[in-house]
């Protein structure tokens, strides 16, 4: 990062200093979680001409906790502290824990939980994984706290419902009723890349089998943001889950997504990549409920 660029560092001891500081720059400062995004952002030569370079390491946001109605995610915290982290390795928040395999080290060590909110790309792999658990973001700022659910928090490319002054503090995920599961698979060019699709889904059963809520959610060049199959999860909603089942809601995912062309891949492989990775993350949530997945189980 061009740090000569930047005028002044702050390390802020609490949420409120950095309130005090965004109060005074505005939108000449920015919040440094990792750093990750934003060396990218300076290594294209873009936006970081900055008065104001405000990191959250010391502000007290580092944590995962396991509340009565919620698992919560403080903005500061790492990939690797969050995958790391014991409700990640049961079924219902399983599909965090996969999306966190993909990234390299050096990423999981450095990035945040908000930073890669924040950035609000729709190729990123963890909001995905979020949006498909209904989580909501905190952020606060000088008008005071507020909650905003995942889904209405990213607007377009690279751009979120965070006003100038605010700054997100931590996520939460609601508390999910029994026999719920998670998954999210990607496919990638390399580990250093973007995606060039990825899926999360999360299912939560009543006995015997039956489909009581469904989330499939995509990025990745399906969007300007991450995007929810809702015509995926009408199909599952309330049927009794079969291999046909599964198929048919994995056929109907292109009725929701808007592939594009680009370097990685073409708007038509994304398609037929799209409709593979749903069936494929389906089965895998359904493994991890105990089912199998009938005549249409196939490896990853």
């Given amino acids: 990062m061009a740090v000569t660029e930047i005028k002044q560092y702050f390390r802020p001891a609490n949420p409120a200093e950095v309130v005090e500081l965004l109060g005074r720059y505005g939108a000449a400062a920015r919040i440094l979680g990792g750093g990750t995004f ?9 936006g970081l001409h900055l008065d104001a370079l405000i ?23 790492t990939m690797a502290t969050l995958a790391a ?24 060590n450095l990035a945040t939980v908000g930073g890669c909110l924040a950035a609000a790309s729709p190729l990123f792999d963890l909001p995905v994984a979020l949006l498909a658990l209904d989580a909501s973001v905190h952020v606060l700022g000088p008008r005071g706290k507020r909650a905003i659910p995942l889904h ?6 690279f751009e979120s419902a965070l006003q100038p002054d605010e700054f997100l ?14 998954a999210f698979l990607k496919m990638e060019t390399n580990a250093n890349d973007l ?23 995509l990025g990745g060049g ?24 599964v198929a048919e809601a994995a056929e109907k995912v292109t009725s929701d997504v808007h592939p594009v062309s680009d370097h990685r891949a073409s708007a038509k492989y994304r398609s037929a990549l799209a409709k593979v990775l749903v069936r494929r993350a389906l089965g ?17």
Avoid: W
């Fill in 169 to 182: 503090t931590e996520v939460r995920i609601p508390r999910l009723p029994p026999k719920s599961a998670s």
């Fill in 152 to 157: 209405e928090f990213f607007l377009d490319y």
């Fill in 284 to 300: 895998q949530a359904l493994e991890r409920l105990g089912i199998e997945r009938g005549p249409a189980q196939e490896k990853r």
């Fill in 38 to 46: 934003l060396h990218g952002v300076a290594a294209r030569g873009l």
């Fill in 85 to 108: 982290a014991n409700p990640l390795q049961t079924a219902p928040f399983a599909g965090i824990a996969d999306s966190l395999r993909y990234p390299p080290a050096q990423i999981r």
């Fill in 195 to 217: 995606a060039v699709l990825n899926v999360a889904v999360r299912l939560t059963l009543v006995d015997p089998g039956t489909c009581r809520e469904a989330r499939v959610v």
């Fill in 222 to 245: 399906v969007g300007k943001t991450p995007v929810r199959a809702l015509s995926s999860e009408k199909v599952l909603a309330g049927k009794q889950i079969t291999a046909g089942l």
């Fill in 55 to 77: 990191d959250l390491q010391g502000a007290g946001l580092s944590y995962v906790r396991q509340e009565q109605d919620a698992l919560v995610m403080g903005a500061a915290t």
